[in-house]
């Protein structure tokens, strides 16, 4: 059973800055791409950033691009969001996804979602 974990969502004032950190766990992930999606209130699951292990590739949703990156560690399983400027609209849960590949996970199909961190963005 594979698991994903999120930490270091909270509570930051606009402008301000977090780092969301994923921990993979559990037998060999076959995945080769994992990534980042967020779920506001009352909304759909948006995709916000991913990161192909085949090459390193970088990808990010358009709301967030230029004041998020991606980063990672494949052979330690861990994925990281650093969230530079954030907006009163960038408050959602924030999910950690894996998938077989960057195109999939564009695509929302998803191999495993991780439970999810808040994060809250005040004005």
């Known amino acids: 059973q594979v698991q994903l974990v999120e930490s270091g969502g909270g509570l930051v004032q606009a402008g301000g800055s977090l780092r969301l950190s994923c921990a993979a766990s559990?037998?060999?992930?076959?995945?080769?791409?994992m990534g980042w999606f967020r779920q506001a209130p009352g909304k759909g699951r948006e995709f916000v950033a991913g990161?192909?292990?085949?090459?390193?590739?970088?990808d990010y949703g358009v709301s967030v691009k230029g004041r998020f990156t991606i980063s990672g560690d494949n052979a330690k399983n861990l994925v990281y969001l650093q969230m530079n400027s954030l907006r009163p609209e960038d408050t959602a849960v924030y999910y950690c996804?894996?998938?077989?590949?960057?195109?999939?996970?564009?695509?929302?199909?998803?191999?495993?979602w991780g439970k999810g961190t808040p994060v809250t963005v005040s004005s």
């Open positions: 996804a894996a998938a077989v590949s960057d195109i999939a996970l564009r695509m929302s199909a998803v191999e495993y």
């Open positions: 990161i192909s292990w085949s090459g390193g590739n970088t």
């Open positions: 559990g037998r060999t992930i076959s995945s080769n791409a």
